[in-house]
């Protein structure tokens, strides 16, 4: 496996340099695999050994590097040492040991491939609380929601494979003044009959009539504040109201959720945090935190210099509570009920202030925890729609991904016969979804194009299922071949080294994505083994050849498959098993 090679490459910079061995471990990178030419295994820059002193900071960079390679031996792991551009010791090791470690595991089909390198070993681990999806109830699933709810589900996979006890939370928005204006417009427009043929959309209709009424009459203006001051005061039956709204929202809810393949630990909303809201404005008042407008608004200076540039509102001169007062008794309430070692937000980049304010309001109260917690911002996705039109609804976007899949699977002349040809496109259709979301930077906003994100060929998820599928049907065909013992000197082919040199970098992969929460590097590993071992599977036969070499062979592509379908888990796609 890497960390074996790893380890013994930092052993030998070690003795060179008289240094800790562990102090290179994360100075050593696999190399990037090149399509023409076996290329190098590893490398060190040595612009990472000056930052960490063990080199001089002057001088040319490249005679350091040619008079470090010089210094440096070859053993029985390492069979080549050399310098590149900019300064860049690379080291390949013997093509044989590389063959026989790296498909070591697999013989035994070990899933923990990658997850207990000892990158990781610096890595702190303990209680991850993730915040993602959080809708608003009485809306129908917004398209919108769909990329907070596959970012939370990925950070989650990867905290969660990595070691970490991972509490999966659903925020709902369940309060505030929005809920003033659809009771209001319930008692108006609403109809009992319609609320339980078709629930969430009837409330969709009367919020938009309700907000369109708003606009030019005070009368439901002041409607919505009066209901809204009634939930805060727990009148029962607007109370009432409002707990029916909520049951059926999340009720449909958590069948779109168990569509996409999404499970929570738990259902919070801004409503379980009234009464804590209360103490919070209290506290901020004992602490001398909170200011009071001219306008009547209760305010806390969140501005670096404290000279009140930047103020953030926690109270309404009606005296109602807000997003980030409820916000902040949620974290204070969170940290005592879970005791969490980091905490994950995933919304939006228009809410960066929101968390901005909130972390430094968190900070001012004396909650040192604060820095343990993090927002994970993303863009918008732009051009989404349906062949009937623009999209609004998130099942709509689920129904369209299957049905032009299910399509496109009828059409191809390589489909196998499948028991459940729906149930696949749907698998491969959010597939597809997951990967044009996650291909570039979270903060990026995006154009949706269907026609792209469906294709067979290409980096899409539609082509890592399809070979993930081919993968497991030569599995399946080859079942009685397998072999515990194969012959690494049958596997020396530029192709077979190549899926080997790749799957090297798999636990940096995992490593850095654990560092900035960004799925793009799993995808980009993930595509790009796929190629290599779409261009493998041409080149290197199973049927057909003999027995020794069909075995190592299989082998080799069992391993793939197994790094290829973990990775996949990770970034919330099931894999498939015929296509």
């Known amino acids: 496996m890497a960390c074996f090679f790893r380890r013994s490459i930092a052993a030998k910079l070690a003795r060179t340099l008289h240094q800790p061995e562990d102090v290179f471990i994360p100075a050593l990178h696999a190399a990037p695999v090149s399509k023409k030419r076996q290329s190098p295994d590893f490398r060190v820059p040595v612009s990472t050994l000056r930052m960490k ?105 990867l905290k969660e494979s990595l070691g970490n006890h991972v509490i999966r939370m659903n925020y709902l928005g369940d309060w505030g003044m929005q809920f003033g204006l659809l009771g209001a417009g319930f008692e108006q427009f609403g109809s009992q009959e319609k609320l339980n043929v078709n629930p969430l959309q009837h409330l969709f209709d009367v919020y938009v009539q309700a907000n369109k009424e708003a606009e030019h009459n005070k009368e439901v ?32 809810y958590q069948q779109i959720y168990k569509r996409l393949g999404v499970p929570f630990d738990v259902y919070s909303g801004e409503s379980f945090h009234q009464e804590q809201a209360r103490e919070v404005v209290q506290l901020l008042q004992t602490r001398g935190l909170l200011k009071t407008t001219e306008r009547g608004t209760s305010v806390v200076d969140v501005s670096a210099e404290g000279d009140m540039s930047s103020c953030s509102t926690v109270l309404r001169s009606d005296g109602t509570s807000l997003y980030i007062t409820r916000d902040i008794a949620a974290a204070i309430d969170r940290k005592e009920k879970f005791n969490f070692d980091e905490m994950i937000y995933v919304t939006d980049k228009s809410q960066q202030n929101h968390f901005l304010h909130l972390f430094r309001i968190l900070r001012l109260m004396g909650h040192p925890w604060a820095e343990s917690c993090r927002h994970v911002s993303f863009g918008l996705v732009q051009g989404m729609s349906t062949r009937r039109g623009e999209v609004v609804f998130l099942e709509d976007v ?73 993968l497991r049907s030569l599995i399946r065909t080859n079942s009685t071949m397998a072999a515990k013992e194969i012959d690494p000197s049958l596997l020396l082919e530029h192709r077979s080294i190549a899926i080997l040199q790749h799957l090297l970098r798999f636990d940096e992969v995992l490593y850095q994505s654990n560092r900035d929460l960004q799925p793009r590097h799993l995808v980009t590993f993930l595509t790009k083994l796929s190629h290599l071992v779409a261009s493998a599977l041409r080149e290197l036969p199973v049927k057909g050849s003999p027995d020794d070499v069909a075995q190592a062979r299989l082998r080799l592509f069992s391993g793939a498959c197994s790094v290829l379908a973990s990775g996949m888990r990770i970034l919330g796609i099931k894999p498939v098993e015929k296509m």
């Open 221 to 252: 203006q002041l409607a919505a504040r009066e209901f809204f001051q009634k939930l805060e005061q727990h009148d029962s039956q607007a109370m009432s109201l409002w707990q029916q709204f909520r049951e059926i929202t999340v009720k449909e």
């Open 398 to 470: 689920l129904d369209e991904a299957r049905a032009r899949m299910l399509h496109n699977m009828q059409q191809a002349t390589t489909t196998k016969e499948m028991a459940d040809p729906g149930d696949t496109a749907e698998k491969v259709g959010m597939s597809a979804l997951i990967v044009q979301d996650f291909r570039g930077p979270l903060e990026a906003d995006y154009r949706f194009d269907w026609d792209r994100i469906l294709q067979a060929q290409g980096d899409t998820g539609v082509f890592l299922q399809y070979t993930h599928a081919r």
């Open 53 to 157: 002193g063990i080199l001089p900071s002057h001088g040319d960079a490249q005679l350091q590097a040619e008079a470090l390679a010089n210094e440096l031996n070859q053993d029985n792991v390492v069979e080549e040492i050399s310098t590149g551009p900019g300064g860049m010791i690379t080291f390949k090791v013997h093509r044989k040991l590389l063959v026989e470690k790296m498909l070591e595991p697999f013989g035994e089909e070990d899933a923990m491939f990658g997850f207990n390198s000892e990158l990781f070993n610096t890595v702190k681990k303990g209680k991850t609380l993730v915040e993602f999806s959080s809708p608003n109830i009485a809306k129908k699933f917004h398209a919108g929601h769909l990329r907070s709810t596959i970012i939370g589900n990925f950070i989650a996979n």
